[in-house]
């Protein structure tokens, strides 16, 4: 058992000693076992049970506070997370063990086309061990930055966590990051080394990276192959000896943790909880601590991993609730639920998630303006992070202005309103929050504050109304081979980095960290990245606040007349480069006309950069026939005075694929 150094809180906690080992499972709603068919080893693998044993209704009231373990897994992209809990349900019964069993709980589509887990899932597991039925309830989380989110709220539901690292890859940087995030929250942590069957794999090397970084102890690492099998068993043991059961009080009045929830069209809003204190049943009736509304429990259940309803959940274990709460607004996330006549003090809940990106959302066609509105509060419900506001554009209609933790977040988002929701939408140019102080009475008093944030580049504030602009900034951690770190040095100081820290993890991975401008990586600096450590580094960023920039909001004009949705803030010396290559862009992009286009990159009046879209040509003198010059000279004057009213008075309409092409990408800065 891994303890930190200087935290008396972990001295004091007391292990589970060493039992003499599994017996064979008898789930808790099944009939006894006969006595013949008791494994006579104690150590012997438990007997996978089939899918037809699960559809009783379990009896929850057999596990004491004592045998329960909630647990999460946390893991670096791709380091085998979902894989091992697979193995997990299948050595514990809850699936069949068939060669179909990949990324079980990886439910969205979105999820099994890309790979990855961008929604922490829940399963409750039935596993015997030293002659006693342990009830392990298992949270898979993802591993990307963006979805952090959901890994510190699958973590409050937890006493422990198996942190995975890949045998070949080594610690990277979401790894670190992930097992701060189970050390703040004072989690027990399992270090789990995976993909010992790979050829290339070096456990041993592992071992002492995770002793230098994290402090562990290498013998208290467990060396497994989660796509084999090999020695999984021996994590369940260690799951049940190394962390400790909740801490809960059953005789207590109702106190239940909504830590998610999911819209089903039919039966509402779907919650899972955690339980705190005391018991809930169907038929309850249970208020809202956040809206004070009182509900009747129309189900309670557990999900293995599909839902199982039973009579009752009770404190320490994790399930789902159906109450008939009927919109979105009414299922918030870190709400606590109470019983009818019975308050309690709510649980401290989360910390609201703080958007790092801003994108416009609007309906290809304004007649689907409703129908999106419904997709996006019905996706917003299982994906609390994204923040959500009204937006209005004159050429692309009523829409939104979304609020997400990243790039890769903003694009699943985008995916999932397709796939789920059949939605197509315009999403324009990611921006980041920026703030200005501004410098008179009035305006704070209008304001109502001295320091605005603005989220859309359009409503910057002019240099004259404020003393200051303040640009977001995040602290990066890349861990990278030796041989690429004067790339990657160079690259950082092209995004205006400032590096704070140079670790060697050993003798060929060294760990830099550096405060980044948000705006200088949130598009394509992971990209530039993967491309100069040929696919080696790995990244990773944590918010670090505010700091002065001398920033300016850059106007695109159209024959002298500004296109709102093209505005945006750069930083004053990338301004030249980025106008330059948005006009570039959209002098691809704008249909000719009958006149001339001329397209400007303007920061105040001063014009920066300015492309030229030619007009359709006529020859007037066609049917001139030699002879008189000065006839030819006054048609191509009255032509050129006829092109020049027709640029002032002419209305030059940008189509919305104009507007995606420009929109969709970020010019490279």
């Not at 399992?190 to 456990?203: F, H, M, S, T």
């Amino acid at each position: 058992m891994w303890i930190p150094a200087g935290r008396s809180w972990w001295r004091g906690r007391a292990l589970a000693p060493w039992a003499s080992g599994p017996a064979r499972p008898r789930l808790p709603w099944s009939r006894p076992a006969p006595t013949h068919a008791v494994a006579t080893d104690p150590r012997a693998p438990s007997r996978p049970y089939g899918s037809a044993e699960l559809k009783e209704t379990p009896d929850m009231s057999r596990f004491p506070v004592e045998d329960i373990r909630n647990f999460s897994i946390i893991a670096h992209v791709d380091h085998g997370k979902s894989t091992l809990a697979d193995r997990l349900l299948e050595l514990t019964g809850t699936i069949e063990k068939t060669k179909n069993n990949k990324q079980v709980l990886d439910k969205l589509q979105v999820e099994r086309e890309r790979g990855i887990t961008v929604k922490a899932q829940t399963a409750s597991l039935f596993y015997s061990f030293g002659g006693k039925q342990y009830l392990l309830n298992l949270i898979d989380t993802p591993g990307h930055v963006d979805f952090s989110y959901e890994v510190s709220r699958s973590l409050s539901a937890c006493q422990g966590v198996l942190l995975v690292v890949d045998a070949n890859e080594g610690i990277q940087a979401q790894t670190v990051a992930n097992f701060f995030l189970a050390f703040e929250a004072q989690l027990s942590v399992i270090p789990v080394i995976n993909k010992i069957d790979l050829k290339n794999a070096d456990p041993e090397r592992v071992e002492k990276q995770i002793e230098k970084m994290f402090d562990i102890p290498s013998k208290e690492c467990i060396k497994i192959s989660a796509k084999l099998g090999t020695n999984v068993e021996s994590v369940l043991q260690a799951v049940i000896e190394r962390i400790p059961p909740p801490k809960v009080h059953r005789n207590n009045p109702l106190r239940a943790l909504v830590f998610d929830s999911t819209f089903d069209q039919y039966r509402g809003v779907i919650a899972n909880v955690a339980l705190f204190d005391g018991m809930v049943s169907k038929g309850d009736k249970i208020v809202s601590a956040h809206t004070l509304k009182t509900y009747e429990v129309n189900e309670v259940g557990i999900l293995v991993p599909n839902e199982q309803s039973t009579h009752k959940l009770y404190a320490g274990q994790v399930g789902y609730l159906i109450a008939g709460m009927k919109t979105v607004t009414e299922a918030q996330i870190g709400d606590t639920l109470y019983l009818h006549k019975h308050p309690v003090e709510p649980l401290p809940g989360f910390k609201s998630a703080k958007p790092m990106v801003f994108a416009g959302m609007y309906p290809i066609d304004q007649s689907e303006y409703n129908n999106l509105k419904s997709a996006i509060e019905k996706l917003t419900l299982n994906d609390s992070s994204v923040t959500v506001h009204r937006d209005s554009s004159l050429a692309l209609g009523a829409g939104w202005r979304l609020g997400f933790l990243g790039l890769l977040h903003m694009d699943v988002f985008n995916q999932r309103l397709e796939q789920e929701y059949n939605a197509s939408v315009i999403l324009t140019t990611p921006t980041v929050p920026y703030k200005a102080v501004l410098a008179s009475a009035k305006l704070i008093k209008e304001y109502r504050e001295k320091e605005i944030t603005i989220i859309n580049p359009a409503q910057f504030p002019d240099k004259s109304k404020v003393t200051e602009y303040l640009e977001p900034v995040v602290l990066g951690t890349i861990i990278t081979p030796d041989e690429y770190s004067g790339k990657i040095i160079g690259l950082c100081q092209a995004r205006r980095a400032v590096q704070k820290n140079m670790t060697f993890i050993d003798q060929n991975r060294i760990m830099l960290k550096y405060l980044f401008p948000l705006n200088e990586i949130v598009v394509d600096f992971y990209d530039s990245l993967k491309s100069l450590s040929s696919g080696y580094a790995s990244f990773d960023y944590e918010d670090a606040g505010y700091q002065t920039a001398e920033l300016v909001k850059m106007d695109i004009l159209l024959n002298g007349n500004i296109v709102e949705e093209l505005t945006t803030v750069v930083h004053k010396d990338k301004a030249y480069s980025v106008g330059k290559t948005i006009c570039e862009r959209l002098k691809d992009s704008l249909p000719r006309q009958l006149f001339e286009i001329a397209i400007q990159a303007a920061i105040g009046s001063k014009v920066i950069a300015r492309e030229t879209v030619k007009a359709y040509r006529k020859n007037v003198l066609a049917k001139c026939y030699g002879g008189d010059i000065t006839r030819k000279m006054k048609l191509l004057k009255r032509q050129a005075e006829g092109k020049k009213k027709l640029r002032k008075i002419g209305n030059i309409e940008v189509p919305k694929d104009a507007f995606i092409k420009v929109l969709k990408t970020q010019p490279n800065k």
